[in-house]
């Protein structure tokens, strides 16, 4: 399978507790996005990679969100002190050279 | 005002009618425009650019008014199949940050 992959698919985590999710973007795709979705709501963008610089972060993610891709393939997002307002969808996308976006199947966060 | 509006329905329409969709945007200097379909609690997935000059694939044709500042998504012969949620994207306008509309959602039954 060549598509965006992410890992964990699922994650159950307690308040308060730090969470890291992996996205691996299509191979060459230089171009990788972050977003969030909760019901009933199109995703919201978190952040945007180029290569591994990292170009754009949105105003409505606080410190506690934090996002790598260290060597400009794979890409991890952290959650630090989670509280129960990140219970989301977590979606990665990737792109070459374009706007086209290709999504991963998302990692579902729930934060008791 | 929203950056991206769209009227979440949801559109109920039986197998085989013609159903369009529309999708504000207020950011002017906006550049590229596309639809993703959304199926429940799966990833959207690309279903077709924007362009100036429009764009049809099928049952499927997207349009772009810039003068009004909306795209639109028109189906025809629904099929069963075609239910789910759309959700448009508008890119540009001086960031790299794509924004999404809320979606809005079809249900097309027998």
């Known amino acids: 399978d060549t598509g965006v992959s992410q890992d964990p698919r699922h994650k159950i985590t307690k308040r308060g507790q730090n969470v890291t999710f992996r996205c691996d973007p299509i191979?060459?795709?230089?171009?990788l996005y972050w977003y969030r979705q909760t019901l009933g709501q199109g995703p919201e963008f978190l952040t945007y990679?180029?290569?591994?610089?990292?170009?754009?972060k949105s105003r409505l993610l606080s410190d506690r969100f934090s996002a790598e891709r260290p060597k400009g393939s794979f890409s991890t997002l952290e959650i630090q002190r989670t509280e129960q307002g990140d219970s989301a969808m977590y979606l990665c996308?990737?792109?070459?050279?374009?706007?086209?976006?290709?999504f991963g199947p998302g990692t579902r966060l729930t934060v008791t | 005002r929203k950056e991206v509006e769209q009227d979440p329905g949801p559109f109920n329409v039986p197998e085989g009618a013609t159903v369009a969709f529309n999708c504000t945007y207020s950011?002017?200097?906006?550049?590229?425009f596309f639809w993703y379909r959304q199926d429940c609690r799966k990833e959207p997935k690309l279903l077709m650019s924007?362009?100036?000059s429009g764009n049809e694939d099928g049952r499927f044709t997207a349009q772009l008014n810039r003068a009004s500042q909306y795209i639109s998504l028109l189906i025809r012969d629904s099929k069963l199949s075609d239910s789910a949620t759309y959700l448009c994207?508008?890119?540009?306008?001086?960031?790299?940050?794509?924004?999404f509309g809320r979606g809005t959602s079809l249900i097309v039954h027998p």
């Open positions: 996308a990737s792109s070459l050279e374009s706007d086209e976006q290709y």
């Open positions: 191979s060459e795709h230089n171009r």
């Open positions: 990679f180029q290569n591994e610089a990292q170009l754009e």
């Open positions: 950011n002017s200097a906006s550049q590229s």
């Open positions: 924007v362009y100036s």
């Open positions: 994207v508008v890119n540009g306008g001086g960031s790299y940050i794509p924004t």
